[in-house]
């Protein structure tokens, strides 16, 4: 059985820092593409960042690029989102998922397997 599992968020202050973490279990973890996702109260998912098996290759939405860094230790079967400089609209659940589909995750929010979420509020 699969099980992906977030922890770190938390409430901040403007301007401040959080880690994501994402711990996977129940699968050949280097074999997925991972993803970090978000839903905001009244808003549909979107997407943040991804990156592939090997972290090769990420993406990430425009509006993180450049404060937001997704990485992975395959050893430890888990996926990380550093978050910095962070903004009263980033308040949102945040949830990670794993796919075998790397283009999938990025330009489709399809994902094999998801996170429960973990919420991260940024106060003004």
């Known amino acids: 059985q699969v099980q992906l599992v977030e922890s770190g968020g938390g409430l901040v202050q403007a301007g401040g820092s959080l880690r994501l973490s994402c711990a996977a279990s129940?699968?050949?973890?280097?074999?997925?593409?991972m993803g970090w996702f978000r839903q905001a109260p009244g808003k549909e998912r979107e997407f943040v960042a991804a990156?592939?098996?090997?972290?090769?290759?990420?993406h990430y939405a425009d509006s993180v690029k450049g404060r937001f860094a997704i990485s992975r230790e395959n050893a430890k079967n888990t996926v990380y989102l550093q978050m910095n400089m962070l903004k009263p609209e980033d308040t949102a659940v945040y949830y990670c998922a794993a796919g075998r589909n790397y283009y999938s995750i990025v330009a489709t929010i399809k994902a094999d397997y998801w996170g429960q979420g973990t919420q991260v509020t940024v106060s003004s």
């Open positions: 990156l592939t098996g090997a972290g090769a290759i990420t």
């Open positions: 129940g699968l050949t973890f280097s074999l997925y593409a």
